[in-house]
Structures are given as C-alpha cells and as structure tokens.
C-alpha cells in the first residue's frame, strides 16, 4: 500500500485512491477504457490491471452480456438507418468492442445478400401503365407493414425475453 500525498503519484507508483476513480470513471461511462486511458495519459495494460483489483461486480456481469438475435438484429437496423454510428451504438448498448458490431453488420449484410440473390422475375410498373400507380401503393404499403411486423417482433422479443425469429442455418 502506498503513502497518499495530495495528487495522482507517489514516486513511480499511482495511489489507491486515482486507480479507483479510474476504474469508476470507466465503470461510469460504460466500458470507454481506452478513451478513458487516452484522456488520463494512462496505459491501457495498467488500467486493466486495475479494472482486475478494484471494478464492482456489476461491472465483470454487464461485461459478459450475451445478446439475443433480436438485440443485434436492433442495434445493427438502427446504424443501417443512420440513427445511430458504431461508436454511438456501443456506449450506448455497453458494446466493449467496436469489432463486435462490425462482425454483426458482416453477417448481416452477408444474410441480407443471400436473401436478394433469389432470382425473381418482375417487370418494371410505372405510373403511366394502366393501374401502375395502384401498384406502386400497393407495393408501398406492403413495405410499410413488413416493417411494422419487424418492429413488433423486436419489441415482443425485448419484453418476453424470447428470439421469435428464425434462425438460419442447420440446427444446434
């Protein structure tokens, strides 16, 4: 244990009282070790050690969070949209890792692509065609409602705490 003097260092050693302010700073701002590092000059290794001796256990169990593929499914929509950045997102989902979400985005651009790659054979509608706008309203609101039911089954999902959608993929 080392001798606090008024400020952050003791010799070459930090004192007990600035490595917990750390950690609290970090707990606080969910999980931003390394902007918190660079803010403070602070190592990101000696930070982790300290994360190791003095972060609550609220900490390690929200640090372990899995998500359902209804959340990711949530999270990777709204940074689609705009509503949102990466950065954005994982603070304030309390995402450790920026990869983590791109990994997320891959897979699901990958599934999106897979999905689009059905050959399907469509003329083009036009508001000139006999009933072409009529069509086009039609075509319209059906969007409108598959986006309305993807909405419902992400908030039934959060509510009931169950994945109602259909996972792809041979089964596990």
């Known amino acids: 244990m080392s001798k606090e003097i008024k400020g952050e260092k003791y010799g070459r050693h930090y004192l007990e009282s600035f490595k917990k302010s750390i950690v609290a700073e970090i707990e606080r701002e969910g999980h931003a070790i390394k902007m918190v590092c660079e803010r403070h ?3 990101v290794n000696t930070v982790h050690r300290w994360i190791d001796n003095y972060a609550s256990s609220n900490y390690f169990e929200s640090k372990r969070k899995r998500r359902s593929p209804a959340e990711k499914n949530k ?8 509503r949102s950045t990466i950065g954005e ?9 920026r990869d983590t979400i791109t990994l997320w985005l891959r897979e699901y651009k990958k599934a999106q692509r897979e999905l689009s790659a059905i050959p399907v054979e469509t003329k083009a ?15 319209e609101m059906a969007r409108v409602k598959i986006r309305a039911l993807e909405i419902m ?10 994945d109602i959608r259909k996972k792809f993929g041979a089964k596990q």
């Open 41 to 43: 000059n602070l190592s």
């Open 89 to 97: 997102a994982q603070l304030k989902y309390q995402i450790d890792c």
């Open 75 to 82: 999270i990777i929509r709204e940074i689609i949209s705009g």
């Open 153 to 162: 089954i992400d908030i039934a999902g959060d509510q009931f705490k169950v």
């Open 125 to 139: 509608v036009t508001d000139q065609q006999p009933g072409g706008a009529e069509i086009l309203k039609e075509l």
